[in-house]
């Protein structure tokens, strides 16, 4: 199985920054796409962003020129840099990996256990 590990969640203020990590662990990982999910209570879980293994990307237009997905290939890590930060992300904040189906793991995508994220006015 993909373990999912996130970190760097918390409280700021209107016009702010955090900077969210993901670890993906497990025996031999085959990661597509990695990126960022997040939910309000009431509400779907929506796609932030992702990113390919080749470091194309793809933004929610909510989050376009103030959010940034990268990628450590070798850490198997996405972090997601949010910057002018608005009460309205505030949410809980997923990481999700597509996995590629191998001979020890499951394929299919798995998910992070959340880190909330709250921006205040």
């Known amino acids: 199985q993909v373990q999912l590990v996130e970190s760097g969640g918390g409280s700021v203020q209107y016009g702010g920054s955090l900077r969210l990590s993901c670890a993906a662990s497990?025996?031999?990982?085959?990661?597509?796409?990695m990126g960022w999910y997040r939910q309000v209570p009431g509400e779907s879980r929506e796609l932030v962003a992702d990113?390919?293994?080749?470091?194309?990307?793809n933004y929610a237009d909510s989050v376009k020129g103030r959010f940034t997905i990268s990628r450590d290939n070798a850490k198997n890590t996405v972090y997601l840099q949010m910057n002018s930060l608005k009460p309205e992300d505030t949410a809980v904040y997923y990481c999700n990996a597509d996995q590629a189906p191998t001979p020890f793991i499951k394929g299919g995508y798995y998910w992070g256990q959340g880190t909330q994220v709250t921006v205040s006015s």
């Open positions: 497990g025996r031999y990982l085959s990661i597509n796409a």
């Open positions: 990113i390919l293994p080749g470091g194309a990307t």
